[in-house]
């Protein structure tokens, strides 16, 4: 055997015997630790986002293994907590054979840049697990107010009530004032947990529930406005912009030209009078009926007994015809008449005056005539005897 076989003989057993060392002392180092583990090592979440880690410690040697815990590399503004059993832990006991398990959480800031971000948690002196978090969206420190329902529509006299969600999307506790654009004479009303309030407190990271109710003008004009609405708190605000459609309001009055809401006629007779249907909301009336309560066997007739249309701000002249019962006696009567439609309506009483029949008069008269004259005569005739 040359000389040169014999060195390259050599060097390969010394290869080998290193080789035999490096794997023996590995296999020593890993029986002496402690093994980290999770199954979700890299994961992509937006900013403000809460994370919840679930850690197992495993123990695979012979020995019980006790651990110091840390989670370094954490970037500035990140937060954690590290608990087992309910407890915050910062060292663990591990049985051989055996493992314990870590709750970490971590709290990503809402001011984050869009990355990825690398940190660990570490066994020291025994074992590391590396971490990663990618941020999917550039972070902001802002406030959001949003809601499922930006948009409603009735008529004037409606109280529209919007749900909303404030969210305070910041490191720190907020105090929101609650204040509403709306039109002259709207009346807008913000609750929070069923009371009225001006402002509400939310912690950070929180949430708090708003409903908004809106109530317009009895007099506003049918059409769509736009309300917006902001939450506002120091560096921070938000601003929701809510839509309301109105129809109009629905508003009528009943009278006669001259507002006199009396009359007379004689029983049995009948008598017409002029009623006037007005207007006074803002949106159209369609198919206004016009009907009557009357006093036993009386009747009221109207011309006509419905009115197609009446637009906003004008009148419909209506006539209304009484007939008297023909034995009714003298005295006040009253007549109620009401005009309405689905939306609204509108009543009045008319004193109706009944006078005894002037036939009924001439009749007394006569008699009492006849009875003079029969009186007459007899005197003549028989006065003397």
């Not at 954490?74 to 049985?95: A, C, I, M, N, R």
């Not at 506002?232 to 929701?240: D, E, I, M």
């Not at 009714?328 to 009253?334: F, K």
């Not at 005056?353 to 003079?372: D, P, Q």
Request: net charge positive; with cysteine.
């Amino acid at each position: 055997m040359s000389i040169r076989t014999k060195r390259i003989m050599q060097c390969m057993a010394l290869l080998l015997i290193t080789g035999a060392i490096a794997v023996f002392s590995a296999q020593s180092v890993r029986a002496q630790g402690l093994t980290l583990y999770t199954p979700y090592t890299k994961i992509s979440v937006p900013p403000g986002e809460s994370l919840d880690f679930s850690i197992d410690v495993i123990n695979n040697s012979k020995a019980v293994k006790r651990a110091d815990i840390a989670i370094t590399g954490l970037p500035k503004g990140w937060t954690y907590t590290l608990k087992s059993g309910g407890w915050t832990v910062e060292q663990v006991s591990v049985l051989p054979n055996d493992r314990k398990n870590l709750a970490l959480q971590v709290q990503v800031p809402f001011k984050v840049n869009k990355g990825a971000y690398r940190f660990y948690v570490t066994a020291r002196g025994m074992g590391t697990l590396p971490l990663t978090v990618i941020i999917s969206r550039q972070g902001t420190y802002q406030t959001d107010l949003t809601t499922t329902q930006a948009n409603m529509e009735g008529a004037a006299s409606s109280t529209f009530t919007f749900n909303a969600t404030l969210q305070n999307r910041t490191a720190g506790n907020q105090v929101y004032a609650l204040s509403a654009l709306a039109p002259e004479g709207w009346n807008i009303a913000f609750k929070a947990n069923y009371k009225q309030v001006s402002s509400v407190n939310i912690e950070a990271n929180k949430t708090q529930e708003l409903t908004i109710e809106i109530k317009p003008s009895d007099q506003t004009k049918a059409g769509t406005y736009k309300i917006p609405v902001l939450a506002s708190s120091g560096g921070t605000s938000a601003r929701l912009e809510l839509e309301v459609t109105v129809t109009g309001s629905y508003s009528m009055e009943l009278t006669t030209p001259s507002g006199l809401l009396s009359t007379d006629v004689t029983a049995g007779d009948h008598k017409r009078i002029e009623l006037q249907v007005k207007n006074t909301g803002s949106a159209d009336l369609k198919n206004v009926e016009l009907k009557a309560t009357t006093p036993a066997n009386w009747d009221v007739q109207f011309e006509p007994a419905k009115v197609e249309s009446i637009s906003a701000g004008q009148s419909a002249q209506v006539f209304a015809t009484i007939k008297a019962d023909r034995k009714a006696i003298a005295g006040d009567y009253v007549t109620e008449m009401t005009a309405s439609t689905p939306e609204t309506s509108s009543k009045i009483s008319v004193r109706v005056t009944v006078e005894t029949s002037l036939i009924w008069g001439w009749l007394g008269i006569l008699i009492v005539l006849i009875a003079a004259g029969s009186v007459y005569y007899l005197f003549r005739r028989y006065g003397r005897r």
